[in-house]
């Protein structure tokens, strides 16, 4: 890729979080929208992902610092935490735990990251600076095929553990969700 296209394109990842942040504001507080399956579709990256690419684009601007697959553990970890700790922030305010202050205060700490991670990303010389385009999905994806050393027993016993428990957490939010009875009250 170009110098010139870089120099471009190096905050194009920032920019798609800031549009899926407003994405999810939309599809989860706007009625109309709000009442369709892809409020779980733009909620979950707020919760689970976004947060946490933004803080890690800020604490590590340079390509070289995280491979790929580095970056998108790290932002989960550190959205789920970040997720968590404004939870416990707003369980305390009088707007308590609803929709709206949660996808709020997510918005703003993401906008936040994303203007501090521009800001950093400008000081760095346009060569050393971390850019997504689309070969990075597919240097991703080839880094997760790519076998360097058999897994050991420990590591086998850990992802059969994690499919196992997927199936379970899975299996028990369906059958929560096709025997929920509707709860209906009264005017009394």
Sequence with gaps: MSED??????????????????LSMVFV???????????????LPLLLFLPGYALICTIFPKKSEL???????????????????????????PWRFRPMPIVFSLSAITTFFVLVATL????????????????????????IREDKEPASDIEKALIIALIGSIII??????????????ERFTAL
Excluded: C, H, W
């Design 5 to 22: 296209t870089e120099k471009r394109n190096f905050v194009f990842d920032l920019i798609l979080t800031l549009l899926l942040v407003d």
């Design 29 to 43: 507080l706007v009625p109309p929208f709000n009442q369709t399956p892809l409020r779980v579709v733009f909620a």
């Design 67 to 93: 491979s790929g697959i580095e970056r998108f553990t790290l932002s989960i970890g550190l959205s789920i935490a970040i997720t968590v700790f404004d939870g416990f922030a707003i369980s305390v305010t």
């Design 120 to 143: 950093v990303r400008l000081r760095i010389s346009s060569n050393e600076r971390y850019y997504f385009d689309f070969s990075t999905i597919s240097e991703f994806i080839r880094s």
């Design 169 to 182: 957490a899975s299996g028990m939010f369906i059958y929560a969700k096709l025997t929920f009875k509707e």
